[in-house]
Each structure stands twice: as structure tokens, then as C-alpha cells.
């Protein structure tokens, strides 16, 4: 008997149909839209309207003081000479225009256990602050809060203040534009359905469209990375939110004293990080949740040296993150502000030329000693997608270089 191939075909999609259909929703690809290349949190006590312009007042004046000109950057914050200049200016433009881009009113581990009053008031303060920042064009791009978390000590806490911020924030039937709430010490698959459920009931209660409240997964706890059974929980957790899960934030400082590290040898680039930062990583692949890195308590505080010091760690740390594939990370300090734009814009002015050189060959079907797929035509497309985004490039000079304009750029990095 002859083979038919389109009956075999056809034999195959029908058998398939369900695991087709599984894996378009599971993994549907990055999200679109841009991602912020840090994370500020505050204690939700110091949080006030004025945030963004008093940072980027204190970010200016610790750069004067120590960072001098672009010129004196190489020893300050361990930047190439040759990219210095370049990435030194757009640095100084970055901090004028929009020196934070995301923002979490901290009411967890820096804002502490209050009294129940208290807290509330501190979230009927912190709500109406961030409204008046938006109102007053002083707000951050991306904002939300971090509640505590669902452990049984603090769970009825979290979600009361959960359910207040939103009702305060919530006008005309909706949230701020890119507003999310993090999750912290998650360390159970179900503890990520009570949060969908918890978004579901508050919605509803307020007035918000179903699926209008966006949760990020703070990965602090070894159970997320690894579970009772041996597997990665985190992989679960991200597929139980019912597309809810925007983000996994790793958490340093908790991460590590769990899994039982010295404090002074805590840190971004423990080997028991990278391994966290690795599962979370794969848990991530294809399925549009973003991956932040955690933060460096190292402060840029103190006299010169102390400074100095601190920016190159920070620089240095941010850079690892990037070259990793985590395009997120915390700041903790105005001071901060600096090295975070910097390490950023010298990662994608470096490879700005060569990625685009091969993103043209490869339009161009160009032959040359690089012979790209379309895989990595489109990681290099999502590398100037996200230089472009951060400001460490334009779209003239991307034009230039490439010859194509942001929306092909797009088109070809899937955005």
C-alpha cells in the first residue's frame, strides 16, 4: 500500500493538535513592549511625590562630585576609554530626562512589621503620592509595590494592603499605565493560584477589567528553585498565573541566607546565584516572563575612594548581569543612578556596530565569515531593540548602521 503523506499528515496534526495548542499558550514569546532596565525600590514610609526629581537631583550632584567628566570616567566607574564619551553623555541626558524607570513602594522587608494602622496609612500616603507624581508628570515609566508575602505570619497583612493600594490607585475603571505588584518569598506552586486568585477578587471588588493586575515572582527561597520532588517549582509557578506573571526578580540577600552563605560572601555573583539565576532562566524561555537580577549592597556612600569603589562593583555587576541575559536588576541608591546607566550604555554601544553589521549581511544576505540563523538574527535584533530602548543608541544612528528603521528592527526581533 502506497503512503500518503498528506493523510499522514493530517494523522500527526490531529495527534498533536492538543500539545500545539499547549505550547502557543504556555510559550508565546517575549512580551512585548519595553523592559526597564532597573528596579528602585523604596520603603514605602520614605516614599513621596517628589521621589524622581529628588533622585536625580542626588544622582547629578554625587556624579559632579566624584564622577567629574567624561574624561575622568575610566578610573571612576572602570569604563573603556574609547566608549567614555559616548556613554558618559547619554548617561548625563538619561539622568535630566528619566532618572528612574521603575519604581516598587517597598511595604516588605524595607518597610518592616507596623501595626495595622500604621500601615495603613503609610498605603493611603504612598497611593496618593504616586497619583500626584503621575498627575504632576514626576512619575517613574513603570511602578507597583511589593506586599508581604503569603507566609502564614503575614498573609492576611499583604493582602489587606494588596487591596488598598489598588482601590486608591484605580481611576476610571483603571491602574496606572505599567503598574505591577511583586510577590516575595514565594515558595509553593500554590501560594502563585492564591495570588491569581487574590487578582481575581480584587478586580472584581474594584471595578478593574479581569486580568488588569500583573504580579512579578520574587524568587528568595530555595524551595522555588527546587521543590520537595527534586524539580525546579519555578517552572510551575510561572504557568500557574494564569498569564498573570509578568517577571521573576531574583532576591540576593534572601536567597543566599537561605541557602546557608556566610553574609559577607552573599552576592549577585555567588555560585549558588548563578545556579538560582540559571533555573530561572530556562523556567523563563519562550514564555514572555521577564528576568530581573537582584542588587548590590555595596553603596556609592562615603568619601571618594569609597565611592569610586563602589560604582566599578556595581558597574562591573550590572555588566555581568547583561552579558548573562538578565536585562533587569534593583537599585537601592540614588548614587547608584550613575554606574546603572553607565554599565548599561557601554554594554550596548560595544556591540552595537558588530550586531548590526550582521543584522545588515543577514537582511542583505550578505556572505560573510558569520553565517547567522534566523535565531540569532533575531537576538541580535532584540539587542538593538533594547539599546534603543534604554537610550544607549537612536533610531538615526541604528538607521545608519543598519539601514533598516525601528519598525523592521522590530518586526525582525518579534516585538
Not at 105 to 122: K, N, P, Q
Not at 279 to 302: E, I, K, Y
Request: hydrophobic letters at 45%; aromatic letters at 6%; charged letters at 25%.
Amino acid at each position: 500500500m502506497a503512503l500518503d503523506p498528506a493523510a499522514l499528515a493530517a494523522e500527526i496534526d490531529a495527534r498533536l493538535a492538543a500539545a500545539d495548542a499547549a505550547l502557543a499558550a504556555g510559550f508565546p514569546g517575549e512580551r512585548p513592549g519595553r523592559q526597564p532596565v532597573h528596579t528602585v525600590y523604596v520603603p514605602a514610609d520614605r516614599y513621596a511625590s517628589e521621589l524622581v526629581p529628588q533622585w536625580r537631583e542626588e544622582a547629578l550632584r554625587v556624579l559632579s562630585q566624584y564622577g567629574g567628566e567624561a574624561a575622568q570616567v575610566v578610573d571612576a566607574f572602570g569604563l573603556p576609554a574609547q566608549l567614555a564619551e559616548a556613554a558618559y553623555s547619554r548617561m548625563r541626558a538619561k539622568l535630566e530626562a528619566e532618572p528612574v524607570e521603575d519604581l516598587r513602594i517597598d511595604f516588605e522587608d524595607g518597610y518592616g512589621i507596623r501595626d495595622d494602622a500604621e500601615e495603613d496609612d503609610a498605603v493611603d500616603t504612598a497611593a496618593s503620592a504616586l497619583l500626584q507624581a503621575l498627575d504632576a508628570g514626576d512619575a517613574t515609566p513603570f511602578s507597583g509595590i511589593r506586599f508581604k508575602s503569603f507566609e502564614a505570619p503575614t498573609r492576611a497583612r499583604g493582602l489587606r494592603t494588596l487591596a488598598r493600594f489598588v482601590a486608591a490607585v484605580t481611576r476610571d475603571g483603571s491602574l496606572p499605565e505599567g503598574f505591577v505588584v511583586t510577590l516575595p518569598k514565594v515558595t509553593s506552586v500554590d501560594q502563585v493560584e492564591a495570588m491569581v486568585l487574590a487578582c481575581q477578587r480584587i478586580e472584581s471588588g474594584v471595578g478593574l477589567a479581569p486580568g488588569a493586575i500583573g504580579f512579578e515572582i520574587q524568587v528568595e527561597t530555595p524551595q522555588a528553585i527546587c521543590g520537595p520532588d527534586g524539580t525546579a517549582l519555578v517552572a510551575r509557578m510561572v504557568h500557574a498565573s494564569a498569564g498573570r506573571c509578568t517577571a521573576l526578580h531574583y532576591g540576593t540577600y534572601d536567597y543566599s541566607a537561605s541557602c546557608g552563605i556566610a553574609a559577607a560572601y552573599q552576592s549577585m555573583e555567588h555560585p549558588a546565584a548563578d545556579h538560582a539565576k540559571a533555573v530561572m532562566q530556562v523556567a523563563a524561555a519562550g514564555t514572555g516572563v521577564r528576568l530581573s537580577d537582584g542588587s548590590t549592597n555595596v553603596l556609592p556612600v562615603g568619601d571618594a575612594d569609597q565611592v569610586r569603589a563602589a560604582w566599578r562593583l556595581h558597574a562591573r555587576l550590572v555588566r555581568r548581569s547583561l552579558e548573562r541575559g538578565y536585562y533587569q536588576g534593583w537599585d537601592l541608591h540614588p548614587a547608584q543612578l550613575p554606574s546603572r546607566y553607565l554599565a548599561t550604555y557601554a554594554f550596548y554601544r560595544e556591540g552595537l556596530s558588530a550586531a548590526a553589521e550582521r543584522l545588515r549581511n543577514y537582511v542583505g544576505q550578505v556572505e560573510s565569515a558569520v553565517m547567522d540563523e534566523p535565531a540569532t538574527a533575531r537576538a541580535l535584533s532584540d539587542f538593538i531593540v533594547r539599546g534603543l530602548d534604554c537610550g544607549a543608541t537612536d533610531e538615526a544612528e541604528v538607521h545608519g548602521l543598519t539601514g533598516l528603521d525601528r519598525a523592521a528592527v522590530d518586526r525582525l526581533a518579534k516585538r
